[in-house]
């Protein structure tokens, strides 16, 4: 794991764009072809029968299909089609922008504060998206497919929980003062630690090539601990009403003739079972 930088971003492949990779054509020529008008159909629909999640879902497989090699032999009017669904239709638009916005404040964050700035960044910039926007920014940029089709994360909270275990190791490693001045592992001092155990785990881990896989990620919070949960208490309809009434409007308690009479000492007894 290279210390000096982090693996906010994954896949950035809205920057690009999704063009065919060069190489031999597939077979099924034509049953690619099929799929790639309707799914360009779907992405520059602009008549409102397709929903912004079958849009997303379209883009989603054409960068699939281009990353993979699926689209080579196509003519040059659907590389046309294709550069119109990448970048002039709607949420081609809105990927390029989101996904511009967000690595850049990540690499601001990472050249200022290192690697744990930057995972922060990540994180934050996230998080301040709305629910649409982070929706169009992870399908399309944090999680988009790699060139065997496969995507690194199962959703958005397996990619939280990656960047989170990144940061874990990043902040152990800078603590354990194995970090150099230029931000990567310095050997030696890592060398001299190798009869801990749990640095000496830690090291593996960090070395690891998969580090945005769900394996390391867990293997991170096993080492580390995961996250704790937020505390949440879920109160009763009739409790939120009592809670939420102002204080000065809040009906007094009813007196009683029978109230108890105050404490003397000596009185009551304590018992412990």
Do not use: C
Not at 43 to 51: E, I, R, Y
Not at 67 to 91: C, H, P, W, Y
Not at 114 to 141: H, I, P, W, Y
Not at 143 to 163: E, F, H, M, V
């Amino acid at each position: 794991m290279d210390l000096s930088i982090s693996n906010p971003t994954s896949n950035a492949a809205a920057l690009t764009g999704v063009r065919a990779v060069v190489g031999q054509a597939p077979p099924d020529l034509d049953t690619r072809l099929a799929r790639f008008d309707e799914l360009s159909a779907t992405v520059l629909d602009a008549s409102g029968k397709s929903t912004e999640d079958q849009q997303l879902a379209a883009y989603q497989a054409l960068h699939a299909l281009s990353v993979t090699g699926q689209l080579i032999g196509i003519e040059d009017d659907r590389r046309k089609v294709l550069d119109q669904a990448n970048f002039d239709s709607d949420i081609g638009k809105r990927s390029q922008q989101l996904s511009k916005r967000y690595i850049q404040a990540v690499n601001a964050a990472g050249q200022s504060d290192g690697a744990a700035g930057a995972l922060k960044a990540a994180q934050s910039a996230f998080d301040s998206l709305s629910a649409s926007d982070q929706n169009v920014l992870f399908a399309t940029t944090l999680n988009a497919a790699d060139r065997t089709g496969a995507k690194p994360y199962a959703d958005a909270q397996a990619w939280r929980d990656n960047a989170s275990a990144q940061l874990k190791m990043v902040d152990y490693m800078q603590a354990a003062g194995v970090v150099g001045a230029n931000g990567r592992l310095d050997h030696k001092a890592a060398a001299s630690k190798a009869g801990d155990a749990k640095f000496a785990s830690a090291l593996r881990l960090s070395l690891r090539r998969d580090n945005n896989s769900a394996d390391w990620t867990a293997s991170v919070q096993q080492l580390f601990g995961a996250d704790r949960a937020a505390d949440r208490v879920d109160l009763s309809p009739a409790a939120q009403q009592l809670v939420a009434r102002p204080a000065a409007t809040a009906s007094p308690l009813p007196s009683s003739s029978s109230d108890p009479a105050p404490y003397r000492a000596g009185t009551r007894i304590s018992r412990t079972a």
